[in-house]
């Protein structure tokens, strides 16, 4: 690999472990002393953390639009600023109010960010080249979450400090992101085509990745809580569940290979189940090896579900590749919405037990929703 292109890639790498770690995840890592110090309810820290989800979906639909029109190199930088943007002010938050609208525009670059990418990548490397790349970038989320670990580790309750770091990091990988990606916008070949045909395929993507999305809450928004009620975590502990997550979430870059080699809805089983226990047993921990090995189970689970969702909506989609994509992850985040506030009400309600097992439920009942292609069930 040349340097330009191994420069995309090392850029593009911690651009999506900036927007995905740093300005989303990371909020429910630190979530326990944020809520202490401005007296956060679960249920409002639940709608706040939907709000991170709301800003991705709002930004997903337009950053296909913005990269046709003005090219990778400034809807990848946009994405960059406006993550650094959202990150200080979450440092800078002096209330709930004000927190809340920094989470939805840290949480918008998460939407920015993959589509000029994808879009560097296809201009920039040949075509058998790019599925390598773009899986070597899309790892940048395990890589982001991993990485918030050690910050909570070091800092604990020192929540700005944390976010401090994170916004002049977050400045620092889009300057190298500037200099590295294409500039030229794709050409009209590659532009959306109107509204894409909604077929029984595209259907059971969207409910699948929507009650995927809505139960990995569960976890991306309230591990730090769940963990502090049941095993007394500090910030700094629960750092350690994040680590797990990233570290073992880097597996989902074997989701190709495992499509390929067992089918695409035994692989989509397997892992929500894993998926439903991992967030079962975080929910329910009562000893630290407990809560790490769930938090394992569920980052490898989820990164590799994502990876699911994005071959699914090819096959899907299998003329318009991109949209594809757009409509499974943004079918994920809409779940995200609906679930962080949903659990947090039940999690207030009910404790984290009965919280826990319905959230699991809502993981398994993806599985009613297996993909059948429309050809096939023509045949059929």
Known sequence: MDRRNLALTASGFFLIAVCYGLARFAFGLFLPA???DLSLSASFSGFISGGSFFGYCL?????AGLTERFGPRFVAGLAGCIAATGIFGIALAPGSVMLAVAVLFAGMSTGLASPPLA??????????RQDRTNTLINAGASGGVALSAPAAFL????WRLAFAIFAAVALFVTFAVILSTPRKAPTSDDRARGLPTVNGDVKR???AAFLMGAASTAVWSFGGELTRRMLGWTSGEVGNLWLAIGVLGLSGGACGQLVRRFGLNRVHGAFLMMLA???LVVATATSPAMALAGGGAFGAAYMMLTGVYLVWGV??????????ITIGFLAIAVGQVAGAPAFGLLLDATGPMVAGIAF?????????FPRRPVAASRAA
Do not use: K, Y
């Open 59 to 63: 930004a997903i639909v337009a950053s």
């Open 34 to 36: 944020i809520a202490a």
């Open 360 to 368: 699991a439920l809502v993981a398994l009942s993806a599985c009613a």
């Open 205 to 207: 993507l969207v409910v």
């Open 119 to 128: 879009a560097a990548v296809a201009q920039q490397l040949p075509p058998e």
């Open 277 to 279: 226990a991992g967030s």
């Open 155 to 158: 800092l604990g309750g020192n």
């Open 315 to 324: 096959r899907a989609l299998a003329d318009r590749p991109a949209t594809g």
